[in-house]
C-alpha cells in the first residue's frame, strides 16, 4: 500500500484527553478519522458521533493490519499510552511494556503496511532537569522517571526508522497540556487527577477541600514552580499542522510544543481565583518529588517549521475553559 495525501488517519488513543481534541481538530478541517482504543483510560463518549472506534490494544499487530487495510490509513497520530510520572517509577514495567514495546509493535506494523506520516506524542518529560531555559531541542535529553525514558526510547525508534525506512515523523514534546475544547465538546477526565490546573477545578466544584502548593521555597519569582501551559485545542491543532507538513513532504522533525513563557503556581492560582471571583481554599505543603523549579519551552523550531498559530495562547482562556468543562462534568 503507498500513502496518499487526505487518506485517512488512525488516531491511537483518541478516547482520551488530548486525542479526543485533536480528533474534533481533524473533524472540524473535514478529514477521515479512525480512532483506536482501549478505552483503559479513554471513554467512548469523548468521540463525536460518525468516528470509527476499533476498541482493543495498540500492540496488537494483527488488528493493526486489518485496521490499515479496511480504512486506508495513511498517517498514524499515536497518543495511546500510559502517562502517570509516580505510577511509572512504581511500575516501570508496565510503563516500558504500554509505551514503548506496543510503540515498537505499531511503527513496525506501518513500516510493513508502508504507511508513511507518524506524529508521536512525546513530553517535555524527555529533558528531566535542565539548568537552562528555555529549553530548547538541543537539551541533552536526561529523563528522571521510567515515563520520560519510555517516551524518548519511542522518538529513538522513531528516529532510526525513518533513517532506515520509508517513513517521516514529527515528534511533539508537549510542555503543561492544559484547558478543554472551548465549544465544550471535550476536556479531562481523570480517575486521580495530578496536574494543577485539573486539581484546582475539582476544588473550584467542590470534589476537593482545599489543593496543596508543593513547595514556595524554589529559586523563582515567587518560589512556585513555573511551567508553560499550553491549551489543549492549540496542541490539537499542531497536530494538524504536523499532518500537513509531512503530507508536503516535509522532513521528519522533533519539537517542543508550548508558548515558550511560563507561569508559577501561584500566578495559576491567582487566575483561577480571578475568573472565578472567588478565593481557592489552598495552603503550602512540601515539594513534590522530582519537580523540576522551572520548565519554558524554546519555541523557535516549532514556529519555523509549521504552519501553526495558537488561537487560545493566554492562561485566562485555558483556565476558564477548563473550569467550565468541570462544571458540565460535575452538573
Ligand atoms: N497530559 C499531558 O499533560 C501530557 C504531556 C505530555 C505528553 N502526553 C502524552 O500525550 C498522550 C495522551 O495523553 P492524555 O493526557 O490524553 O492521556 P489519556 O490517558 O487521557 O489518553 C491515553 C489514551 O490511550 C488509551 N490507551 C492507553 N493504553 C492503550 C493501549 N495499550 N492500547 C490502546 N489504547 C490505549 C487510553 O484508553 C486513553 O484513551 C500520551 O502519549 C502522553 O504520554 C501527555
Ligand atoms: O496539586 C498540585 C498539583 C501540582 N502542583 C504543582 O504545579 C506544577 C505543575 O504540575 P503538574 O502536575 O500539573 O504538571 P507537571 O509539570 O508535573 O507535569 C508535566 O510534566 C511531566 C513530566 O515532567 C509530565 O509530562 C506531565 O504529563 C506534564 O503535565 C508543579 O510545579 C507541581 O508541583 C501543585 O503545586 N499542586
Known amino acids: 500500500m503507498t500513502t496518499s495525501d487526505n487518506a485517512t488517519v488512525l ?16 473533524r472540524d478541517q473535514g478529514r477521515a478519522v479512525v480512532v483506536l482504543d482501549d478505552l483503559s483510560t479513554g471513554r467512548r463518549s469523548a468521540l463525536p458521533d460518525g468516528v470509527p472506534l476499533v476498541e482493543g490494544d495498540v500492540g496488537d499487530k494483527a488488528l493493526l493490519a486489518e485496521t490499515f487495510a479496511r480504512h486506508g490509513i495513511g498517517t498514524v497520530m499515536h497518543f495511546a499510552g500510559s502517562i502517570v510520572v509516580p505510577d511509572s517509577v512504581e511500575r516501570p514495567l508496565a510503563y516500558y511494556r504500554n509505551n514503548t514495546v506496543k510503540s515498537h509493535a505499531l511503527v513496525e506494523a506501518c513500516v510493513e503496511a508502508g504507511i508513511g506520516r507518524f506524529i508521536f506524542s512525546s513530553t517535555a518529560a524527555v529533558y528531566g ?5 528555555p529549553i530548547d531541542e538541543q537539551t541533552p535529553t536526561k529523563p528522571i522517571n521510567p515515563y520520560g525514558s519510555s517516551k524518548l526510547m519511542t522518538e529513538w525508534m522513531l528516529r532510526d526508522t525513518a533513517a532506515a525506512h520509508d517513513l ?17 465538546r471535550s476536556g479531562q477526565v481523570s480517575k486521580v487527577a495530578t496536574h494543577l490546573i485539573k486539581i484546582a477545578a475539582q476544588t473550584v466544584t467542590g470534589q476537593r477541600a482545599e489543593l496543596q502548593i508543593y513547595g514556595d521555597d524554589y529559586d523563582t519569582a515567587d518560589g512556585t514552580c ?14 494538524v499542522a504536523a499532518l500537513r507538513h509531512l503530507e508536503a513532504g516535509g522532513a521528519s522533525e522533533v519539537m517542543n510544543c508550548g508558548y515558550g513563557r511560563g507561569y508559577s ?16 481554599p489552598m495552603r503550602i505543603g512540601p515539594r513534590r518529588a522530582g519537580d523540576p523549579p522551572a520548565l519554558v519551552a524554546g519555541v523557535e523550531r516549532i514556529g519555523r517549521t509549521l504552519d501553526w498559530t495558537p488561537r487560545h495562547a493566554d492562561l485566562e482562556t485555558i483556565v476558564a475553559s477548563a473550569l467550565a468543562w468541570e462544571e458540565r462534568l460535575v452538573r
Not at 11 to 26: E, K, P, Q, R
Not at 168 to 184: C, E, I
Open 265 to 280: 503556581v501561584r500566578e495559576v492560582l491567582a487566575m483561577v481565583e480571578r475568573v472565578t471571583g472567588k478565593p481557592l
Open 168 to 184: 517521516r515523523y514529527v515528534a511533539l514534546r508537549y510542555f503543561n497540556v492544559a484547558g478543554a475544547d472551548p465549544q465544550g
Open 129 to 133: 532537569m535542565p539548568e537552562r531555559l
Open 11 to 26: 488516531v491511537t488513543g483518541g478516547a482520551g484527553y488530548i486525542g479526543s481534541h485533536v480528533v474534533l481538530a481533524l
Open 226 to 239: 513555573v511551567r508553560d501551559y499550553i491549551h489543549v485545542s492549540d496542541l490539537a491543532d499542531a497536530h
